[in-house]
């Protein structure tokens, strides 16, 4: 097992670790890569995830910083329908001992949140191009990828001539 992210859990004064499985039915694919689109939008548990893996250098993120949610809260009653969230605890990367609460996670790939995905896709195959330089079809796909990304423009007047 491969440590993740420590949960330190203030009410107990307690830290759990989190950690891969030790065992998994199936293939194993370690290196094969593995992107996650992120945005400002994405928070919390799925940080706590993209934070521990971006860490361990399992993924690549692509897009926007996110949101910044790295505490877990309790809702606590202060009235008659009214919660206050009181963070409880925290979580702590196993690699760095810090974590992304109000700063977010930083993509490796920072691109706005509409341009992730296309951003994703011609990374995965320039670096798939960068091993296998001659298979044409990779080099199609991204030449194909490019185009849609960044159209040629042409003038009206020069077809109708």
């Not at 799925?46 to 897009?63: H, M, P, Q, S, W």
Request: aromatic share 6%; net charge neutral.
């Amino acid at each position: 097992p491969r440590p993740l992210n420590d949960i330190y859990w203030r009410p107990t004064n307690e830290t759990f670790s989190m950690k891969t499985l030790a065992a998994l039915e199936g293939k194993r694919m370690p290196d094969c890569p593995v992107y996650v689109l992120v945005s400002k939008s994405t928070f919390s548990a799925a940080e706590d995830f993209c934070y521990a893996l971006k860490n361990l250098k399992r993924i690549t993120l692509v897009g926007e910083t996110t949101g910044g949610g790295a505490h877990p809260v309790m809702p606590v009653p202060i009235a008659e329908r009214f919660l206050l969230n009181i963070p409880v605890g925290r979580s702590i990367s196993s690699v760095t001992k810090t974590d992304w609460e109000g700063t977010g996670v930083k993509p490796d790939l920072e691109v706005q949140q509409k341009e992730a995905l296309t951003t994703a896709r011609r990374h995965a195959l320039e670096q798939l191009l960068s091993k296998e330089p001659n298979n044409y079809l990779l080099n199609w796909a991204l030449l194909s990828l490019k185009a849609e990304m960044q159209p040629e423009q042409t003038d009206a007047q020069l077809l109708k001539s």
